[in-house]
Nanobody, 124 residues
Framework: QLQLVESGGGLVQPGGSLRLSCAAS????????IGWFRQAPGQEREGVTY????????YYLDSVKGRFTISRDNAKNTVYLQMNSLNPEDTGVYYC?????????????????WGQGTQVTVSS
C-alpha cells in the first residue's frame, strides 16, 4: 500500500521553527517530485514548495522564500520541510504529496499520492 505520512507539526510561537517530515512507505521516493501544500481554515489549499527527485531543483512560494527549506534524504525515503521565522499566517494543515517523475508544478491535481496532513499552529 502506497502511503505518505507527515509528522512534526505542532504549536509554536511567532518567530519559532518546526521541521516537518514526510515519510513514504510502499514505494520509494527516488523517482518522485515531492510537494508540500498547506490549507488554512476557510481558505483554499496552496502550494508551498516542491523538490525534484535529485534534490537539485526546488520552488518556493514567495511568502516563504528565505524562511522555509525543502530537502530530501532518498536513503531514508523521507522529505523534510524546515520552517523558520514562522508567523501566524503560516498556520494550517500541511500536506506532502508525490508525483512520479519531474513535474515543475504546484497544481494539486497533478500529484498522485497524498499524506493525511499535520497541523501547524503559530500563535502566542
Amino acid at each position: 500500500q502506497l502511503q505518505l505520512v507527515e509528522s512534526g507539526g505542532g504549536l509554536v510561537q511567532p518567530g519559532g521553527s518546526l521541521r516537518l517530515s514526510c515519510a513514504a512507505s510502499g514505494f520509494t521516493l527516488d523517482d518522485y517530485t515531492i510537494g508540500w501544500f498547506r490549507q488554512a481554515p476557510g481558505q483554499e489549499r496552496e502550494g508551498v514548495t516542491y523538490i525534484n527527485s535529485s534534490g537539485g531543483r526546488t520552488y518556493y512560494l514567495d511568502s516563504v522564500k528565505g524562511r522555509f527549506t525543502i530537502s530530501r534524504d532518498n536513503a531514508k525515503n523521507t522529505v523534510y520541510l524546515q520552517m523558520n521565522s514562522l508567523n501566524p499566517e503560516d498556520t494550517g494543515v500541511y500536506y506532502c504529496a508525490a508525483v512520479r517523475g519531474w513535474k515543475a508544478t504546484m497544481k494539486g491535481s497533478e500529484y498522485e499520492h497524498w499524506g493525511q496532513g499535520t497541523q501547524v499552529t503559530v500563535s502566542s
